[in-house]
């Protein structure tokens, strides 16, 4: 049996991260904040309402807790930390549609090699040895084929936020290839660790949804 090469990857931020960005949550006004996302802001709950690779989670205000759908809980911060950090830096405007790497963004190549070993490298071998599984998780958050490689998308990861990945299946001589692309304007919108913990976040999304179809 061929041993899979696919790699672990669990989150590596931690709770302290999530509550440095809480307490910078508080100090931003919750109507701009509503307006430059595309997030839903209820006044008389104090709370906004977000989606994220298609699950829904509550952020409330001005404490920055983030629950699930539920309002529930839950242990992934990633996703909690790079939903509070487009709260407070969503600039509101258009997508550019240039779709950039992760090279290209300010400081991109000093953490590429990391970004390739946790994100692209872990998005090609689930592709390659799982692609219809990998189909339908593009299915389920609604992407879009691009017709680029053997298998690619565009898709939106928040309001705003939008996405790209393009696969090269392997075989016996050569190793499966990917790319994770980003739209430009969000080099306005995070710094380049902010978009290692977006890549972290559509990494989870992805391994928990494909090998959730295994069992």
């Given at each position: 049996?061929?041993?899979?090469?696919?790699?672990?990857?669990?989150?590596?931020?931690?709770?302290?991260?999530?509550?440095?960005?809480?307490?910078?949550?508080?100090?931003?006004?919750?109507?701009?904040?509503?307006?430059?996302?595309?997030?839903?802001?209820?006044?008389?709950?104090?709370?906004?309402?977000?989606?994220?690779?298609?699950e829904?989670?509550?952020?409330?205000?001005?404490?920055?807790?983030?629950c699930?759908?539920?309002?529930?809980?839950?242990?992934?911060?990633?996703?909690?930390?790079?939903?509070?950090?487009?709260?407070?830096?969503?600039?509101?405007?258009?997508?550019?549609?240039?779709?950039?790497?992760?090279?290209?963004?300010?400081?991109?190549?000093?953490?590429?090699?990391?970004?390739?070993?946790?994100?692209?490298?872990?998005?090609?071998?689930?592709?390659?040895?799982?692609?219809?599984?990998l189909?339908?998780?593009?299915?389920?958050?609604?992407?879009?084929?691009?017709?680029?490689?053997?298998?690619?998308?565009?898709?939106?990861?928040?309001?705003?936020?939008?996405?790209?990945?393009?696969?090269?299946?392997?075989d016996?001589?050569?190793?499966?290839?990917?790319?994770?692309?980003?739209?430009?304007?969000?080099?306005?919108?995070?710094?380049?660790?902010?978009?290692?913990?977006?890549?972290?976040?559509?990494?989870?999304?992805?391994?928990?949804?494909t090998?959730?179809?295994?069992?």
């Open positions: 049996m061929k041993q899979s090469k696919i790699q672990k990857i669990d989150p590596h931020f931690s709770e302290s991260s999530y509550f440095v960005s809480r307490d910078l949550f508080k100090n931003h006004d919750p109507f701009e904040m509503s307006e430059k996302s595309r997030c839903s802001f209820d006044q008389k709950s104090g709370t906004f309402e977000i989606a994220v690779l298609g829904k989670y509550i952020v409330h205000y001005p404490s920055g807790e983030v699930n759908a539920q309002e529930e809980n839950f242990d992934n911060y990633s996703v909690k930390i790079i939903i509070l950090r487009y709260l407070m830096n969503a600039k509101g405007k258009e997508n550019e549609d240039e779709l950039i790497s992760f090279k290209e963004f300010p400081d991109g190549p000093l953490y590429y090699s990391n970004f390739y070993k946790r994100c692209i490298q872990v998005f090609a071998n689930i592709g390659n040895e799982m692609p219809d599984e189909k339908k998780y593009m299915n389920a958050i609604n992407g879009i084929p691009l017709g680029k490689g053997d298998l690619s998308w565009q898709f939106t990861v928040m309001p705003g936020v939008t996405a790209a990945g393009i696969l090269w299946f392997g016996d001589e050569f190793e499966a290839e990917a790319q994770i692309l980003f739209d430009k304007s969000l080099t306005k919108v995070f710094n380049i660790k902010d978009l290692a913990i977006l890549g972290d976040v559509l990494i989870i999304s992805l391994k928990t949804f090998f959730s179809l295994e069992k």
